[in-house]
Every structure is written in structure tokens, then in C-alpha cells.
């Protein structure tokens, strides 16, 4: 059973950096075919690509939101996917969602590929 757990939303700055982290339960990093990614909806929006890593390779992908200014990582011994975000703008804020795939996935871009979410973290960029 798969199980993720966001922590670490809150208010910032803008300009300011947040981190966000996902603990997942049920998954072993170093073996999985999977891939763990980061989404954002911010109310009256639609869900949005944020990032994603798979977990045995370590490659990374990011949506336009990122633009240079986000960072996904992992700490496989803490089974735990990191989003690192900087330069932060009032249109950042939103509930950030962190989710995994199956092990056979079509993209890490989609959200149709993950079949677990977190709870989400509710991220808040004051102008």
C-alpha cells in the first residue's frame, strides 16, 4: 500500500524559497520503476505540472511553472521526494500535491499517470 504524506507549506515572501517534502510509504526507492511528481492547484485553477523525478534513474522533468526557479530531489534513505522552490510570486501559491505512479506509467507529465496522492500543502505567497 502507497502512502504520501506532504509537509512543509506555509506563508512566504515574495521572492522568498520554500521547500516542500514528500514522504512516501510502500515504495522502495532504489528499485522502483516509478516516478514521483509535484502538482499545484490554486482555487478556480486547474491542476498543474509542477515536477517529477523517476526514482530508480533520478531524472527529472519540470512544467513551465518551474521555469528555472523549482527543484525536485530525493533522499531514497528517507524515502522522501523534495520539491526546492525559489524566486516565489504571489501566482505560486496553491495546494501542492505529491503523487506516484504505478510502476508501468505513460507520462511523468500527466496527472493520468499517478495512481497515489498526498493530502497536499497549501503554499502561500504574500506580494
Same mark, same amino acid.
Given at each position: 500500500?502507497?502512502?504520501?504524506?506532504?509537509?512543509?507549506?506555509?506563508? %512566504?515572501?515574495?521572492?522568498?524559497?520554500?521547500?516542500?517534502?514528500?514522504?512516501?510509504?510502500?515504495?522502495?526507492f532504489r %528499485?522502483?520503476?516509478?516516478? $514521483?511528481?509535484?502538482?499545484?492547484?490554486?482555487?478556480?485553477?486547474?491542476r498543474e505540472?509542477?515536477?517529477?523525478?523517476?526514482?530508480? !534513474?533520478?531524472?527529472? /522533468? /519540470?512544467?513551465?511553472?518551474?521555469?528555472?526557479?523549482?527543484?525536485?530531489?530525493?533522499?531514497? !534513505?528517507?524515502?522522501?521526494?523534495?520539491?526546492? $522552490?525559489?524566486?516565489?510570486?504571489?501566482?505560486?501559491? !496553491?495546494?501542492? /500535491?505529491?503523487?506516484?505512479?504505478?510502476?508501468?506509467?505513460?507520462?511523468? $507529465?500527466?496527472?493520468?499517470?499517478?495512481? /497515489?496522492?498526498?493530502?497536499?500543502?497549501?503554499?502561500?505567497?504574500?506580494?
Amino acid at each position: 500500500q502507497v502512502q504520501l504524506v506532504e509537509s512543509g507549506g506555509g506563508l %512566504v515572501q515574495t521572492g522568498g524559497s520554500l521547500s516542500v517534502s514528500c514522504a512516501a510509504s510502500g515504495i522502495t526507492f532504489r %528499485v522502483s520503476r516509478r516516478a $514521483m511528481g509535484w502538482f499545484r492547484q490554486a482555487p478556480g485553477k486547474e491542476r498543474e505540472f509542477v515536477a517529477a523525478l523517476t526514482l530508480s !534513474a533520478g531524472s527529472t /522533468y /519540470y512544467g513551465d511553472s518551474a521555469n528555472g526557479r523549482f527543484t525536485i530531489s530525493k533522499d531514497g !534513505a528517507k524515502n522522501t521526494v523534495y520539491l526546492h $522552490m525559489n524566486k516565489l510570486k504571489p501566482e505560486d501559491s !496553491a495546494s501542492y /500535491y505529491c503523487a506516484a505512479t504505478r510502476p508501468s506509467y505513460s507520462s511523468t $507529465m500527466s496527472a493520468n499517470s499517478y495512481a /497515489y496522492w498526498g493530502q497536499g500543502t497549501q503554499v502561500t505567497v504574500s506580494s
